[in-house]
């Protein structure tokens, strides 16, 4: 079949004369110039509009367009004009002239006197990137597979000291109890984060476990998250709405579903939000008496469970516990199990022994207490699609 | 004089076996085969397995692809992409193949280890592919593998992949270090009589660069990856900081994910000009052959090679203004980044200078070549702006870089891979590749390139992210963006379906192909001119070819023929190099 479809072409090049194809190179040169800039001014995909003070990134990205477009054109249809202009003729030769010293410099000149167009505008917006202003209202958001946290410094606007090392189901930040710049610290273990318009912020980024990068592309900023340290950047909202965050840096298998929530806040709700908090010392204080549900509840949150089992009933990694318990499942090996507390136990602590068809068989294995175990039957046994029993965050989209 | 006296003296030790012609084989034609066919064929798994991916971002839940099977096929995509072929086939097929012949030698100077490095390749290609069948499948890191993830559970293949990845690149950098070693002699100590350096062609030149960048950049790789090893395996904490996942504490402490970075990056952005350098030049020689013109300002090429290579080892950090690393780092790399585009864009001016007023053939390889200018053109400028660090800052990590690095480093070597198959196939089989598949499939290749990769620019000026399994409930996400995907899928399976005409054509070609003679298309340089085509063991007879002039004499005013050979005399020809300037 390649035989003849090759002969065929092969024909169809012996009919048409030789210095037709030149033509035709020519022509489609200069139909890709035309139709690339074309595609720039009339493509539905555009930059996704601002919400940030970063329009000056956008106008560096505009700046390096026309001149990076200039150059582009210019060459391509400089080509096209070779391709067709000098096309072989029989008997006629090349022009002998191996250098010409004085045209590669002034091209190299041309081009560099771009190159600085294009770096001086870039290096002064970078230069206000990289310094924040003295206004600036820090907050911090904590990633890890595949979920984020978030924590104010509180009424002292000092930060607590933390370290991975003591993060425990009561300490999900890992913040140094006897540091007492962290008692006051606002903690907010949902997905969603609120900031206050046009009042510059400064993320603090931290990372429990793998690199993470927070990045919302209506503010255009971001930065990795790196565990072991902390990475920051800043920012001024400047539209009101939520913004999904979405993390950046490829984090493992559940890093497209990495989701958090900004909500970029008028003072008025924002102080609202703000008083409904919790700090550090609530959290601590308040986790003595609880009953077995707000146990599992907590413990759902701060092992991370419930950033592959969705608690609002969207589509997760692995199985959403709402409604799941008492539910028939189809195993992956075609057998049928009821979901009861023995069966769910059995899935925490050697989770590859059942996996729920359509699931890939990702998670690992917890070693958790008898009590613990029963907390979280307990919750997940509460989750239901009944609204007075529904615990989840309704997250909104409007922007 | 850098060449050896009593070269001619010496014993050939001609094989005599099949095996010791054909698999054990010291002779660098055949390695570069071994080493070329090898390459393709890991290639086309990894061509497969683009495809795989493209369905399911064009077309999610059509083919049954998980997140684990997905992020794996990314990361073995990109890896054999990079390293396994692009690599392999400029260092080891066509440095192997044209070295020795370019400079007029026998043989590489130390063919045992140049023999030795092919089977190390082999080694590692196998070593890859074996993870494939391990518990857990393949790595699914990224081909950037950054830990901590890339060894820790919650990434696929982070059972065994991982350690068979790793160990695979070891094997691999062992094998391109007795390779490069050899590459790098040869062209310093085996060149022919009157071949000085400034007379070598500018394949040899981008080679020989990009092969001393290797010799340099791969030991980062080398360490960072064997530190990873131990990381993985004895638990040291090189790349691993106090950490914990899925809620418990690993058992690691003080390291640091980001010097990882920094090693992978001063062997990675290397790299890209171990890629681009071998294809600078191969394609300058292309477009001097068929445009029958002196390659424009020869050594101002040589010095932009030069240049090229040294500045690639300082800007390696562009590749994490978001990082995390120190902010004001920044500042230095934007500038070198950019500093870099001036050596390159002149190559671009020079290509296309050498094409004004010279006598264009629009041969297969010379299509090939003009493709490579649009597509490098492209990727070269959209480098501009993610080089650029405020402007990466939201570009980077999204579709943007995609379309970037694929036309850069991905599309445009290949198309020179192509061109220079197409260029020097005669003189490897005595067979000229068939023409009209030849045309179509630069066609299919080059404008089906151009519409999956341009764009695609625009999904990351949107600012979709890569390295996204799904992109399902992200509102600034437009339906349309969905429309767009589905369009790339369906052009990247029909381009990755017609390179099946390139296969054909190489085997079709081998037995029913139009002979060819020994120098089809009328060129200077040195191995269009040995006695026998193929070239036989030893490659030039009794006597080393002696060179009275450079490579690019085309279109020499008062000469016979419209293209002198190096071999020609100063006699017959008057040798006008020394008078080159105005």
């Known amino acids: 079949m390649f035989a003849l479809l090759a002969k065929c072409h092969d024909k169809a090049l012996a009919l048409s004369n030789r210095g037709r194809i030149h033509m035709t190179f020519a022509v489609i040169l200069v139909a890709i110039v035309i139709i690339s800039v074309l595609f720039h001014f009339l493509s539905p995909w555009q930059a996704t509009p601002l919400a940030s003070n970063w329009g000056s990134i956008d106008t560096t990205i505009t700046i390096t367009l026309v001149i990076t477009g200039i150059f582009f054109v210019a060459i391509v249809l400089f080509m096209a004009y070779c391709v067709y202009k000098y096309k072989a003729v029989p008997g006629r030769r090349s022009e002998y002239r191996p250098e010409n010293k004085k045209l590669e410099w002034w091209l190299i000149g041309i081009t560099t006197v771009a190159i600085c167009g294009l770096l001086a505008p870039g290096l002064i917006v970078y230069n206000d990137f990289v310094h924040v202003p003295a206004n600036a209202v820090e907050f911090e958001a904590v990633g890890e597979q595949w979920r984020w946290s978030y924590r104010l410094p509180g009424k002292d606007n000092t930060f607590g000291r933390t370290s991975v090392t003591r993060i425990d189901e009561n300490n999900a930040f890992g913040i140094d109890p006897n540091d007492a710049a962290g008692q006051d610290d606002i903690l907010i273990g949902g997905n969603q984060i609120h900031v206050l318009i046009n009042q510059p912020a400064k993320a603090l980024l931290r990372s429990k476990d793998v690199l993470h990068d927070f990045y919302v592309p209506q503010f255009r900023a971001k930065m990795d998250l790196i565990p072991g340290q902390v990475t920051y950047f800043w920012f001024t909202p400047t539209v009101l709405g939520t913004f999904d965050i979405l993390c950046a840096e490829y984090c493992g298998i559940g890093h497209y579903n990495m989701r958090g929530q900004v909500v970029v806040d008028d003072a008025v709700s924002y102080q609202e939000w703000l008083s409904s908090q919790l700090t550090f010392a609530d959290v601590i204080s308040g986790g003595t008496v609880e009953g077995l549900v707000e146990q599992g509840q907590r413990l759902a949150s701060s092992r991370g469970c419930i950033a592959c089992h969705s608690i609002d009933g969207s589509p997760s990694l692995g199985p959403g516990w709402v409604d799941l318990y008492g539910r028939q499942e189809t195993l992956s090996d075609g057998s049928m199990v009821e979901v009861d507390g023995p069966y769910l136990i059995e899935s925490v602590v050697d989770p590859a022994a059942k996996i729920v068809s359509g699931y890939p068989p990702i998670m690992v294995a917890y070693e958790l207490s008898d009590e613990q175990l029963n907390s979280l039957v307990a919750y997940i046994a509460s989750l239901s699609s009944d609204p007075k029993n529904s615990t989840s965050i309704q997250p909104s989209t409007e922007e | ?582």
């Open chain 2, 1 to 582: 004089m850098a060449y050896a006296d009593d070269v001619e003296n010496e014993e050939l030790h001609e094989p005599t076996s099949f095996i010791s012609k054909y698999v054990w084989s010291q002779d660098h034609k055949v390695i570069a085969i071994q080493y070329s066919t090898t390459a393709i064929l890991v290639g086309l798994v990894a061509l497969v397995l683009s495809g795989m991916m493209r369905m399911q971002i064009g077309f999610p839940g059509s083919i049954d692809m998980d997140a684990t099977a997905y992020y794996q096929a990314m990361t073995m995509h990109g890896m054999i992409m990079v390293i396994y072929l692009l690599t392999a086939i400029f260092l080891g097929g066509f440095g192997n193949y044209l070295i020795p012949l370019m400079v007029g030698a026998r043989d590489m100077v130390f063919p045992y280890v140049n023999m030795l490095s092919y089977w190390f390749y082999l080694v590692s290609v196998l070593v890859l592919l074996a993870s494939f069948f391990v518990p857990g499948g393949p790595t699914g890191a990224g081909w950037t593998l950054y830990p901590p993830q890339a060894i820790t559970a919650g990434t696929p293949g982070s059972e065994w992949g991982i350690i068979l990845m790793l160990v695979s690149l070891i094997i691999f950098i062992i094998a391109a270090t007795m390779g490069g070693l050899n590459y790098v002699t040869t062209v310093l100590q085996a060149r022919t009589h009157g071949m000085t350096m400034f007379r070598m062609p500018l394949t040899v030149w981008g080679i020989f660069v990009a092969t001393i960048l290797a010799l340099l950049a791969f030991p980062a790789l080398f360490v960072s990856g064997l530190m990873m090893l131990l990381d993985k395996t004895i638990g040291t904490s090189f790349f691993m900081p106090d950490m914990m996942q899925f809620g418990s504490q690993l058992d690691y402490s003080g390291g640091s994910p980001i010097l990882f970075q920094h090693l992978f990056w001063f062997f990675g952005h290397p790299e890209v000009y171990i890629v681009a350098l071998p294809a600078f030049g191969l394609v300058s020689d292309l477009i001097s052959v068929h445009a029958r013109r002196s390659i424009f300002g020869y050594r101002m090429m040589v010095w932009a090679i030069v240049s090229i290579g040294v500045l690639s080892f300082v800007v390696w950090a562009h590749h994490m203004y978001v990082s995390g690393m120190n902010p004001y780092f920044g500042f230095f790399f934007a500038t070198t980044t950019l500093v870099i585009a001036v050596p390159t864009a002149l190559k671009v001016y020079n290509w296309l200078l050498t094409l004004w007023r010279g006598n264009i053939h629009l041969t297969v390889p010379m299509l090939f070549s003009l493709a490579f200018i649009v597509t490098f053109l492209v990727g070269g400028l959209t480098g501009l702006f993610l080089g650029n660090v405020v402007v990466d800052i939201p570009l980077s990590d999204t579709y943007f870089v995609v379309a970037h690095f694929h036309m850069v480093m991905g599309v445009a070597p290949i198309l020179v891979v192509f061109g220079s198959i197409y260029h020097w196939y005669p003189k490897i089989t005595g067979r000229m590749l068939h023409d009209g598949i030849g045309k179509l499939h630069f066609w299919i290749t080059f404008l089906g390139t151009y519409l999956i990769y341009f764009p695609m620019h625009y999904l990351g000026f949107l600012g979709m992210p890569r390295r996204y399994y799904a992109y399902e409930d992200y509102p600034f996400i437009p339906d349309s963006a969905q429309s767009l995907n589905a369009f790339i899928t369906v052009v990247a399976i029909v381009v990755g379906i017609s390179q099946l005409l390139f296969l054909f054509n190489l085997a079709y070609s081998y037995f029913k192909g139009a002979p060819s003679g020994g120098n089809p298309w009328r060129a200077t340089s040195l191995e269009w001119l040995t006695p026998e085509t193929p070239p036989k063991h030893g490659n030039w007879g009794p006597s080393l070819p002696v060179v009275h002039r450079w490579a690019y004499d085309y279109g020499v005013p008062g000469a016979v023929l419209d293209y002198v050979p190096q071999t020609t005399s100063a006699e017959e020809v008057p040798v006008h190099e020394n008078d080159h300037d105005e």
